[in-house]
C-alpha cells in the first residue's frame, strides 16, 4: 500500500486495527512498544492526510443496514457492515481485507478484494 494515494480509511478501520494489536498483545505476539509504533503510524498518516478519511455518517448506517438485511448469502457482523458501507458510499472499486466473511460480501457488492 506504501506509495499509493488513493487509499480510503475510517476511524472505525483504525479501532479494528487497535483491537487486532490489543489480541496480539494479549497473546505475546508483540510487544507494547510495536503496537504503539503501528497504530501511531496509522493514526499519523490518516491526520497527515496520507490516507483520506471517510466518516460514519447515517447515510453510511442506512447504506449497512441494507446490506445486513440483503446480503443473506454472507452472514456480516454490524462492523462488517459498516466497513463494506464506507467503502461502497465512497466508491471505492476495491477493499482490502482478511476478513473472508467481508471479503466475500465485498466481492457481493461489486467490489474486488485483496488479499483476493
Do not use: K, W
Not at 11 to 19: C, F, G, K, M, Q
Not at 51 to 77: G, I, K, N, Q, W
Amino acid at each position: 500500500m506504501e506509495g499509493r494515494d488513493d487509499l480510503l480509511v475510517s476511524d472505525l478501520a483504525v479501532t479494528e486495527i487497535a483491537s487486532a494489536l490489543s489480541r496480539r498483545l494479549r497473546q505475546r505476539a508483540l510487544t507494547r512498544e510495536v503496537a504503539r509504533r503501528v497504530q501511531h503510524a496509522i493514526v499519523g498518516r490518516l491526520d497527515d492526510g496520507v490516507y483520506h478519511r471517510v466518516e460514519l455518517t447515517r447515510d453510511v448506517h442506512r447504506r449497512a443496514e441494507h446490506f445486513l438485511l440483503s446480503l443473506t448469502e454472507t452472514p456480516l457482523r454490524a462492523a462488517d457492515a459498516l466497513h463494506l458501507a464506507l467503502a461502497t458510499s465512497a466508491r471505492a472499486a476495491s477493499m482490502a481485507s482478511f476478513d473472508m466473511r467481508l471479503g466475500a460480501a465485498a466481492r457481493a457488492a461489486g467490489l474486488a478484494t485483496y488479499p483476493a
